[in-house]
């Protein structure tokens, strides 16, 4: 089974903009690669890291770290429904709530809940993967 890891625009920022943090985003995207893991952004977190990264390093610059990135990264989908989810719902910072409401999160984290009541059931000790 393969393991989607999601990096949310302060982690691609972190990264690209070579901030605090960014050793650690390296690390993980490194063992992703050998580990066949799935690492995925959001369109929204594209546009928004581009835009911030135009500011300080210029747009020839940012665009070729957009490039870099988006080689050992999928790129979420974001519908209509995806945004009605996201209009709805109890979140209180609209772009948290348009990434959550993808659909494949949302199966993420539906068998990330049924893994939590099976090991609770087992009394295994579970172990949870940090969403970036």
């Given at each position: 089974m393969i393991s989607k890891i999601f990096f949310d625009t302060n982690a691609i920022m972190d990264f690209l903009g070579e901030r605090k943090g960014a050793l650690e985003i390296g690390k993980i995207i490194s063992i992703?690669?050998?580990?066949?893991?799935?690492?995925?952004?959001?369109?929204?977190?594209?546009?928004?890291?581009?835009?911030?990264?135009?500011?300080?390093?210029?747009?020839?610059?940012?665009?070729?770290?957009?490039k870099l990135f988006k080689q050992f990264s999928c790129v979420s989908e974001i519908n209509d429904e995806v945004v009605n989810k996201a209009i709805n719902s109890d979140f209180s910072d609209f772009e948290d709530a348009l990434q959550y409401s993808a659909p494949w999160l949302q199966v993420a984290m539906s068998s990330l809940q049924k893994m939590k009541r099976i090991s609770a059931k087992q009394k295994f000790r579970f172990s949870t993967l940090l969403i970036f």
């Open positions: 992703s690669e050998n580990r066949a893991w799935k690492i995925f952004i959001s369109p929204v977190s594209i546009a928004t890291t581009f835009y911030l990264l135009t500011k300080t390093l210029g747009k020839e610059t940012a665009l070729q770290k957009i």
